[in-house]
């Protein structure tokens, strides 16, 4: 029995997983995160940040809670903040899955939802943004997950004891997903503490993510990985994340990280979300090279029922290219514009075509990634532009995106063709 909605997170379930790990003889346990009351592993760092900045007195009563977040970290804030009298303003990138969004309003959030493509310097980019409302709105307090201390420290407190505590000291390997980083460092501190550096910590990172070497491009799965805007002055990680913490980082693709997700939900019956997948994919790769006297642990952030419209839901899967996808076929010419071509530059992509799509300006144009499209230029705009010009002024809205799963008929949009060749 508890007093208050905030004490009863944590003590969260570890459940062996016997079927996504059939073959394997190390043993692999999955500690239940989204069983805490706000459906996150989240909750832990909100309640500990939340508490902190009442004693420091940088929250006061009638105060308000800002955070700019992914979604699980606001839904535990929105929901401590709402059982202590507290408001609350979140600001969410467009990526975030629907579900997440009508879970903080529905705990009396105001959300602001902006474009997740933007330079970390860019005012309008979800932490700058949150940061700026919390300093206009009288009373207003932000959270600050990505450099504030008391979000590692939840985690070195909770998170590892409980683990040490329910696998008997037994544990040999812990995963965790690389976020803001809080979990991976604050458990993983302590239970390299209490097993005297023998229990080997492994962060799981999306492919691009640039933490774990990637190039920062774009990825699909939510609320983990570092995403690096290639107009971002200098890729400034959190202070959250202490990287001398973890023994290795597994890159895990968007496409392992989703069958996972499914294969865990069909086979062990566990409802899990994307960076779930991805930390459950990085152990089950850890764990096939181990003895069988090893125990791996592993973090599951949150539930698959915030993506039911995204990694459950067919018609996201095909539109996205990751459910029965064949090689892709090869396309002659360029297949995009970077955002900072010239006018001359993109007439000379376009060639003979009459549109193509804009995307985000890296060094690199393949491969395409939806995430990173951020409009198109069409051949009759820049015919007679000056061929100096960025085309910056001359992009327009998006092209209605086809899946390589999607049937032809999907091509129709508005009751017209778009560009069938």
Known sequence: M???????????????LRRVAQGIDAAVYAKLEFLNPGGSVKDRAAVSMIDAAERDGSLRTGGTVVEGTSGNTGIGLTMVA?????HSIVVVPDKTSTEKIATLRAHGADVRVVSGARPTQHPEHVRNLAARIAAETPGGWLAGQYDNPANPDAHYRTTGPEIWQQTGGRITHFVAGIGTGGTVTGAGRFLKEASAGQVRVIGADPETSSYGGGDGRAFYIESVGHFVHPESIEDTWPASYDPTVLDTVERISDQESIDVVRDVARRDGLLIGGSSGTAVAAALRVARTLPADSMVVV?????????VSKYFDPEWLQRFGFDGVAAPVAAEGPRAVRSTATIGEAREALGNRPTLPVVLGRAKLEPVVAAEIVGAIHLAHVADAPADDPITDYISAALPLVGSGDSSGVVVHGGRVVDVR
Request: hydrophobic share 30%.
């Open 299 to 307: 973090i599951l952030p949150d539930s698959g029922r915030s993506y």
């Open 2 to 16: 508890y007093e208050s909605v905030a004490d009863a997170i944590g003590h969260t379930p570890l459940v062996r």
């Open 82 to 86: 709402a059982s202590r009298g507290y």
